[in-house]
């Protein structure tokens, strides 16, 4: 927790003192996300969906310098998880389909600092690309899940994790009004969690104001 606050005041001071080339600009969207590291992950969670939101401020005429905030949700996929993940109940009721998984939603929620570099410059034309890249800190979490049988039941604990996270993207910004854009975007995220990173791939479709 200590490590978050003080990237957010971190966060906060590089905005203040940025350069002002223009306006602030506010993001808010939604997409879906794709869980791909490690194998655990991307066999037994189901793709995911993501909420974004987040502060910018122009620093040069083409990159802008940004704040965001993404949760990230997936639903266990009990199915794989209960025929694949070596959780067998010792009890003959297993083989016939009696074993059932309840609970281990998992969670990513990331504060992430992105550079945001458009091109060609802003406003040039109806669909502006851009390229991102950033660094943050991620919270990993994964609830309690209950493996039962007919007659037993395994318990697979909750865990949170606090880690060090980057991201690399490429996205649209699509002009709607003076003050009004659109955007587009997809991204790796790669969480450096023990023993092998957990990597993320979000797609997110918001409105951006200046």
Not at 13 to 30: C, H, I, N
Not at 74 to 88: E, H, I, K, Q, R
Not at 96 to 124: E, W
Request: glycine share 8%.
């Amino acid at each position: 927790m200590k490590k978050i606050l003080v990237f957010l005041l971190c966060l906060s001071a590089t905005l203040v003192f940025a350069q002002d080339y223009s306006k602030m600009s506010y993001y808010a969207g939604v997409g879906i996300t794709k869980n791909y590291a490690p194998e655990d992950f991307n066999k037994y969670w189901r793709e995911g969906f993501n909420i974004d939101a987040g502060i910018g401020r122009d620093i040069a005429s083409r990159i802008e310098l940004q704040g965001k905030l993404t949760f990230n949700s997936f639903d266990l996929n009990t199915t794989n998880y209960v025929d694949y993940g070596n959780l067998s109940v010792p009890t003959i009721y297993d083989t016939l389909g009696y074993k059932t998984a309840n609970g281990g939603q998992a969670t990513i929620l990331s504060l992430m600092i992105n550079a945001k570099v458009l091109f060609p410059p802003k406003r040039s034309s109806k669909a502006v690309p851009y390229f991102t890249a950033g660094i943050g800190y991620s919270r990993l979490s994964f609830e309690q899940i209950d493996v039962q049988s007919s007659m037993d039941t395994k318990i697979v604990p909750e865990s949170t994790k606090n880690v060090l996270t980057t991201g690399i993207g490429i996205g649209f910004d699509i002009d709607v009004t003076k003050r009004t854009d659109l955007y587009l975007e997809g991204r790796f995220d790669v969480l450096f969690t023990e023993n092998e990173s957990t990597v993320i791939f979000p797609i997110k479709f918001g409105v951006a104001i200046h």
